[in-house]
């Protein structure tokens, strides 16, 4: 398979990430070497995150980001399939394609968090096999704009009829599509393989997220996919402290970042995690251990891409670029990360 690593880019969010913020980082990204800024696609605070924190729209954020940049992609992790309009996205995500010439990377889930969806009077969807329905058609829809001429297509959601788009996007069939999940056996994985183009997994604890990437290994090769072209992501989020006092920065990214990093997530379906068990992929101390962690629990699983998300704890001197709260500690993190870090981990395509 494809052993060749990428380095990406989750972007925080709340105390501190002002737009201009968001600049400094995303261009500081692009200098470093990294592959792709991601960020959520949202409307409010995802719970346990607090639900009034500011939030920029998505697709509006990633075109201001896209235009403020020149070599890095840009992409959604990842836009709930039933919330956005399937033909519409896929003008959104096609514009900003071909302005941004070529950069753009598209995360897909089935949707969670009701909420997000109830206060709007927008329906969710009660059962899974619904979503993955609509996320399914959606793909569909996407790609028939894409690519044809006069778009013609017949589902159980979505219909076209001679339907143009234009411009078409830059990045031919399309821009690539990342499927997002975080509890699937193996539907997931299997629509990721058969009709996507790579897996993200943004939570779980290791042997769900084990089994996860597993199958869509498996999924993929079944399908007569290339293994040149196999992407899996997996979301890790560094907090690098002077020491290895994991207590002590758990409390110190509480005050830094404002959020309860304690709490489960709310999702739609579930996912198992063992109490004592992190749902989330957090590492805590040196350079060395985050390089070790990194190392054993993203690429020795069989992910080729670490999505990353930094908290410098205050106990590390780090250059915050000037930037206040946590968006100041997120880029200190991001430098040290790729000052002391990617080396450790780089390996040549």
């Not at 409307?43 to 729209?57: K, Q, S, W």
């Not at 159980?156 to 788009?165: E, P, T």
């Not at 699983?301 to 001197?317: I, P, Q, T, Y």
Request: hydrophobic share 40%; aromatic share 10%.
């Amino acid at each position: 398979m494809n052993d060749a690593r990428r380095f990406s880019l989750f972007m925080g969010y709340g105390k501190g990430f002002s737009f201009p913020a968001y600049q400094t980082i995303a261009r500081e990204a692009e200098r470093l070497g990294f592959d792709t800024i991601w960020t959520q696609d949202n409307i409010t605070g995802h719970a346990p995150i607090p639900r009034d924190i500011e939030i920029f729209d998505t697709w509006s954020f990633l075109a201001a980001i896209a235009a403020s940049t020149s070599r890095i992609r840009v992409g959604s992790m990842a836009t709930p399939a039933i919330r956005r309009f399937a033909p519409l996205l896929a003008k959104t995500i096609a514009s900003i394609d071909a302005m941004s010439d070529g950069r753009v990377s598209v995360g897909l889930g089935a949707g969670d968090d009701t909420h997000q969806y109830e206060m709007i009077g927008q329906r969710f969807p009660e059962t899974i096999q619904e979503r993955r329905e609509i996320l399914r058609e959606t793909i569909d829809v996407m790609k028939c704009l894409w690519t044809q001429e006069q778009a013609n297509y017949q589902g159980k959601h979505f219909r076209l009829k001679d339907a143009i788009l234009s411009p078409k996007p830059r990045q031919q069939p399309g821009p690539p599509i990342y499927i997002a999940c975080n509890t699937s056996k193996r539907l997931m994985p299997r629509l990721a393989a058969q009709h996507a183009d790579a897996i993200a997994v943004m939570w779980g604890h290791d042997p769900t997220v084990r089994g996860i990437v597993e199958a869509f290994r498996e999924e993929w090769l079944a399908a007569g996919r290339p293994a040149p072209d196999y992407r899996a992501l997996r979301s890790v989020y560094i907090v690098f402290r002077n020491d290895e006092n994991e207590a002590k920065a758990r409390r110190n990214v509480r005050e830094i970042t404002t959020f309860p990093i304690d709490t489960e997530p709310q999702t739609a379906t579930q996912a198992v995690v063992p109490a004592g068990a992190d749902p989330d992929l957090m590492l805590f101390g040196r350079p060395e251990t985050i390089a070790a962690g990194i190392e054993a629990r993203v690429f020795d699983m069989g992910f080729n891409d670490a999505m990353c998300s930094f908290v410098a704890c205050d106990d590390v001197d780090v250059d915050t670029g000037g930037l206040s709260g946590w968006a100041g500690r997120w880029l200190g993190g991001m430098r040290l990360f790729a000052d002391q870090v990617l080396p450790r981990l780089r390996r040549a395509p």
